[in-house]
T-cell receptor, first 112, second 115 residues
Framework: GQQLNQSPQSMFIQEGEDVSMNCTSS?????WLWYKQDPGEGPVLLIA?????ELTSNGRLTAQFGITRKDSFLNISASIPSDVGIYFC????????????FGQGTRLTINP | KAGVTQTPRYLIKTRGQQVTLSCSPI?????VSWYQQTPGQGLQFLFE???????NKGNFPGRFSGRQFSNSRSEMNVSTLELGDSALYLC??????????????FGSGTRLTVV
């Protein structure tokens, strides 16, 4: 089952507002990934974080790798209509089957 | 460079039938992973293939199987379909196996509906 707890599950905001979402785990991860999925498409990688405490930006997106290595945050500044979609956090699980585990996603809806 | 191509995009099958889905990775990528996405369970890992060998397997029943060809294209097969198999099936490619920390490139998925 899911090992990453992502919140909030959904957000309804006005265009231009800032957005924050986070992801927590009971396990330590050495890498945190943030993906965005548009309707009818596969997830697209937005930001990858490799070091505890790391803060990385990609345009209006900023993500942080928590110091405890058990959490990560994604912020979107000055939201625009094309930011609508589902945002997923993910981390690599290397015990047992090597795979990515994903959070349940945050569905972002923007009112123009 | 072409992305990851999954075919078909949509499928409707009847319970008890079997289905085969196809994935062509990005040129030069040798690892293909498959995920099932449902509203209830989210994204769940099915299996990974690299150089025609299954490298990793998730916790799915034996009805779910896959293979990879010498050109790195991969297929997954689901036999004896159940209603609960209705999902978006995503494949993702990467250059080599084990590059989980760098993320994958996902295809657009195949939407399977079992009726």
């Amino acid at each position: 089952g899911q090992q990453l707890n992502q919140s909030p599950q959904s957000m309804f905001i006005q265009e231009g507002e800032d957005v924050s979402m986070n992801c927590t785990s009971s396990s330590i991860f050495n890498t945190w990934l943030w993906y965005k999925q548009d309707p009818g498409e596969g997830p697209v990688l937005l930001i990858a974080l490799y070091k505890a405490g790391e803060l990385t930006s990609n345009g209006r997106l900023t993500a942080q790798f928590g110091i405890t290595r058990k959490d990560s945050f994604l912020n979107i500044s000055a939201s625009i209509p094309s930011d609508v979609g589902i945002y997923f956090c993910a981390g690599p699980l290397i015990q047992g089957a090597q795979k990515l585990v994903f959070g349940q996603g945050t569905r972002l809806t923007i009112n123009p | 460079k072409a992305g990851v191509t999954q075919t078909p995009r949509y499928l409707i099958k009847t319970r008890g039938q079997q289905v085969t889905l196809s994935c062509s990775p990005i040129s030069g990528h040798r690892s293909v992973s498959w995920y099932q996405q449902t509203p209830g369970q989210g994204l769940q890992f099915l299996f990974e293939y690299f150089s025609e060998t299954q490298r990793n397997k998730g916790n799915f029943p034996g009805r779910f199987s896959g293979r990879q060809f010498s050109n790195s294209r991969s297929e997954m097969n689901v036999s004896t379909l159940e209603l609960g198999d209705s999902a978006l099936y995503l494949c993702a490619s990467s250059e080599i196996s084990g590059l989980l920390g760098y993320g994958y490139t996902f295809g657009s998925g195949t939407r399977l509906t079992v009726v």
